[in-house]
């Protein structure tokens, strides 16, 4: 089981940029593919760019170019940098964690940070 903790949301103008950041405890993270979500209000939640344990990336349309994800195992961190943020960018960003060695493909989620993008 692992335990995610998210940070480095906050206000920002249109065509600025944010560093998020997910610290996972509790289990080994280079064995866990990770994830970056987000929930806009009256929205459904929707995958924003995802790294698996090999570091292979995607990400949605809506972000390429845009947004990156990274990973430090070292640092038991995931990243995602947000660059040219726009105002539809603005949502609850969440972090969640699957381990490759769980067969019950369990997904595990931290608390959300909120992203604002306004003038």
């Known amino acids: 089981q692992v335990q995610l903790v998210e940070s480095g949301g906050g206000l920002v103008q249109p065509g600025g940029s944010l560093r998020l950041s997910c610290v996972a405890s509790?289990?080994?993270?280079?064995?866990?593919?990770m994830g970056w979500y987000r929930q806009a209000p009256g929205k459904q939640r929707e995958l924003v760019a995802h790294?698996?344990?090999?570091?292979?990336?995607n990400y949605a349309d809506s972000v390429k170019g845009r947004f990156t994800i990274s990973r430090d195992n070292a640092k038991n961190t995931v990243y995602l940098q947000m660059n040219s943020l726009k105002p539809e960018d603005t949502a609850v960003y969440y972090c969640?964690?699957?381990?490759?060695?769980?067969?019950?493909?369990?997904?595990?989620w931290g608390q959300g940070t909120q992203v604002t993008v306004s003038s």
């Open positions: 790294i698996g344990s090999g570091g292979r990336t």
């Open positions: 969640k964690g699957r381990s490759d060695y769980d067969v019950r493909r369990t997904d595990y």
């Open positions: 509790g289990s080994i993270f280079s064995g866990y593919a």
